[in-house]
């Protein structure tokens, strides 16, 4: 019992001595960390504070420095507003000395008119006493002698007259038809705009008014992107869910509608996924070109032709001939000549090629200054269709003379076709045309790379290279332009150049 009981007394006196061991020596250990932490604490404060003082130091430099910069340009600023404000002044003086001269021409003027007012009179009173004398000569008054005078010359003046009349007659028979033509084109130009604009946009329909805004990105960014890679001119106004796409190449327009729509799909819209799309969809209406020509010539039974008079075909899917479809308007004269051909005892299936092909002349890839029927037969023959056939081809409007039984039978078709009641309202190819026609003579300037007629042929976009041309060449570029615009051409209104030049760095990230 005394063993256990001191074992108990000992363990408590341990354990009081063991806490008030730890507690103490803890505590001087705690302290220590306290002191180190202290320390470094005040040291790391040292460092950021002075770190921040050079941080202070560097942008109260760079803030010098711009501000330094910024005066340096003003400074030029004012330069440059000196500089024309003496210019201006020179031109004032410059001004009011020709002024000064003018007063004096016109006092200088003034007073020869005088004087030739006076020697104007002293003739009169000349004239008046010379009458009076041959009066008194002749013993006849001077109406007597106007009228013996006009009696006598009667009868010449007859002959000389009806002279006049043939010579008139004989020249207004070579002009007339000139002359025709020129009122019959002004005329057109004169009523077609209505009709134009009705078949030169498409409308776009959109769900919600707030995809105009991504449409039209920040600052115009998307939809100048998007005129800019489809040619085509974006109308976004008032018009609820809608957007109007206007152009006057249907191909366009279509290009610009499916890569809108596939913009608006996907969602992503800005100027790099906006060349990417346009470029992809570009791509697919050339296919679908090609896919709609050979469904063209499998359904009428043409074998045979080449690839690429089967892409023109495709082509005529998107033109419009008086408002009626090219290609219906082909696929009909075929099976009209097809049809002709079989009752006259003739090939039906070559009179079907003619009256497909007749019309492929209006959908070159290039415009050159050849009327389509010609040009049509220049491509037939360079992609070795037959002598017979390129000949209904060029016949079709009695430009080459006829000299198979197919021609006459295109020609008739062809009238048949475009006559029937419904195939055709009033539009004018010369519209199309005149735009095809500035999109071409801006080409012709070096340095430009695409040439967009918008706005129903009032504006011509010229987009040219930033490496080729600067920005003093532009001006002049413009100029140029529209002045030979004003020399060979005849539009109504007035015509809008704008030269576009835009410089663009593209890196690659791999």
Same mark, same amino acid.
């Given at each position: 019992?005394?063993?256990?009981?001191?074992?108990?007394?000992?363990?408590?006196?341990?354990?009081?001595?063991?806490?008030?061991?730890?507690? #103490?020596?803890?505590?001087?250990? #705690?302290?220590?960390?306290?002191?180190?932490?202290?320390?470094?604490?005040?040291?790391?404060?040292?460092?950021?504070?002075?770190?921040?003082?050079?941080?202070?130091?560097?942008?109260?430099?760079?803030?010098?420095?711009?501000?330094?910069?910024?005066?340096?340009?003003? =400074?030029?600023?004012?330069?440059?507003?000196?500089?024309? &404000?003496?210019? @201006?002044? =020179?031109?004032?003086?410059?001004?009011?000395?020709?002024?000064?001269?003018? &007063?004096?021409?016109?006092?200088?003027?003034?007073?020869?008119?005088?004087?030739?007012?006076?020697?104007?009179?002293?003739?009169?009173?000349?004239?008046?006493?010379?009458?009076?004398?041959?009066?008194?000569?002749?013993? @006849?008054?001077?109406?007597?002698?106007?009228?013996?005078?006009?009696?006598?010359?009667?009868?010449?003046?007859?002959?000389?007259? =009806?002279? #006049?009349?043939?010579?008139?007659?004989?020249?207004?028979?070579?002009?007339?038809?000139?002359?025709?033509?020129?009122?019959?084109?002004?005329?057109?130009?004169?009523?077609?705009?209505?009709?134009?604009?009705?078949?030169?946009?498409?409308?776009?329909?959109?769900?919600?008014?707030?995809?105009?805004?991504?449409?039209?990105?920040?600052? $115009?960014?998307?939809?100048?992107?998007?005129?800019?890679?489809?040619?085509?001119?974006?109308?976004?106004?008032?018009?609820?869910?809608?957007?109007?796409?206007?152009?006057?190449?249907?191909?366009?327009?279509?290009?610009?509608?499916?890569?809108?729509?596939?913009?608006?799909? +996907? $969602?992503?819209?800005?100027?790099?996924?906006?060349?990417?799309?346009?470029?992809?969809?570009?791509?697919?209406?050339?296919?679908?070109?090609?896919?709609?020509?050979?469904?063209?010539?499998?359904?009428?039974?043409?074998?045979?032709?080449?690839?690429?008079?089967?892409?023109?075909? $495709?082509?005529?899917?998107?033109?419009?001939?008086?408002?009626?479809? @090219?290609?219906?308007?082909?696929?009909?004269?075929?099976?009209?000549?097809?049809?002709?051909?079989?009752?006259?005892?003739?090939?039906?299936?070559?009179?079907?090629?003619?009256?497909?092909?007749?019309?492929?002349?209006?959908?070159?890839?290039?415009?050159?200054?050849?009327?389509?029927?010609?040009?049509?037969?220049?491509?037939?023959?360079?992609?070795?269709?037959?002598?017979?056939?390129?000949?209904?081809?060029?016949?079709?409007?009695? &430009?080459?003379?006829?000299?198979?039984?197919?021609?006459?039978?295109?020609?008739?078709?062809?009238?048949?076709?475009?006559?029937?009641?419904?195939?055709?309202?009033?539009?004018? &190819?010369?519209?199309?045309?005149?735009?095809?026609?500035?999109?071409?003579?801006?080409?012709?300037?070096?340095?430009?790379?695409?040439?967009?007629?918008?706005?129903?042929?009032?504006?011509?976009?010229?987009?040219?290279?930033?490496?080729?041309? +600067?920005?003093?060449?532009?001006?002049?570029?413009?100029?140029?332009?529209?002045?030979?615009?004003?020399?060979?051409?005849? #539009?109504? $209104?007035?015509?809008?150049?704008?030269?576009?030049?835009?410089?663009?760095?593209?890196?690659?990230?791999?």
């Amino acid at each position: 019992m005394i063993a256990t009981i001191a074992s108990i007394i000992c363990f408590i006196v341990g354990g009081i001595l063991s806490y008030v061991f730890f507690k #103490y020596g803890l505590k001087a250990k #705690y302290d220590n960390i306290l002191k180190e932490a202290e320390t470094e604490a005040e040291v790391i404060k040292k460092n950021k504070l002075l770190e921040v003082k050079e941080k202070f130091l560097n942008k109260k430099a760079d803030l010098e420095k711009e501000v330094s910069q910024r005066n340096q340009k003003i =400074q030029q600023a004012e330069n440059k507003l000196k500089q024309r &404000e003496m210019v @201006l002044n =020179q031109r004032q003086d410059e001004l009011q000395r020709k002024k000064n001269e003018a &007063e004096a021409v016109r006092e200088n003027l003034e007073v020869q008119l005088g004087i030739i007012e006076k020697k104007k009179d002293e003739l009169d009173k000349l004239q008046h006493q010379e009458i009076e004398k041959l009066e008194t000569l002749s013993g @006849l008054s001077a109406e007597e002698a106007k009228e013996r005078l006009v009696e006598t010359l009667k009868e010449e003046a007859k002959t000389m007259a =009806q002279s #006049y009349i043939n010579d008139i007659v004989d020249d207004a028979k070579l002009t007339a038809g000139r002359e025709a033509k020129r009122i019959v084109i002004q005329s057109i130009q004169r009523v077609a705009t209505e009709t134009a604009i009705e078949n030169s946009v498409t409308v776009f329909h959109i769900e919600s008014d707030e995809i105009k805004g991504r449409i039209i990105g920040r600052e $115009g960014r998307n939809i100048r992107a998007l005129e800019a890679a489809t040619g085509v001119e974006i109308v976004v106004d008032d018009t609820p869910e809608a957007i109007v796409l206007s152009a006057f190449d249907p191909v366009r327009r279509e290009i610009a509608r499916l890569a809108l729509h596939q913009l608006v799909t +996907d $969602g992503r819209i800005h100027p790099a996924r906006i060349e990417e799309v346009v470029a992809k969809v570009r791509k697919q209406v050339e296919e679908e070109i090609i896919e709609t020509g050979k469904r063209t010539t499998i359904d009428l039974g043409i074998h045979g032709l080449h690839p690429e008079l089967i892409r023109i075909i $495709g082509k005529m899917k998107y033109r419009s001939s008086y408002g009626q479809n @090219l290609l219906q308007h082909a696929r009909e004269t075929a099976n009209l000549c097809a049809v002709m051909a079989s009752e006259l005892g003739l090939n039906p299936k070559k009179a079907k090629r003619a009256g497909l092909l007749h019309d492929i002349g209006k959908v070159p890839d290039e415009e050159p200054e050849l009327p389509h029927a010609l040009l049509g037969m220049k491509l037939a023959e360079k992609y070795k269709e037959k002598a017979d056939i390129c000949n209904a081809i060029g016949a079709h409007h009695d &430009e080459v003379e006829m000299t198979s039984l197919l021609a006459p039978i295109v020609q008739v078709c062809d009238a048949i076709s475009g006559a029937r009641p419904g195939a055709r309202r009033e539009i004018v &190819e010369a519209y199309i045309k005149r735009l095809n026609d500035l999109e071409q003579l801006a080409m012709s300037y070096p340095g430009v790379t695409k040439t967009y007629a918008i706005q129903a042929g009032r504006e011509l976009r010229v987009i040219v290279g930033a490496d080729k041309i +600067d920005d003093k060449q532009t001006e002049s570029l413009s100029t140029e332009i529209a002045k030979k615009i004003q020399d060979e051409m005849t #539009y109504p $209104g007035q015509v809008k150049i704008t030269v576009i030049r835009e410089t663009r760095s593209v890196s690659f990230a791999k």
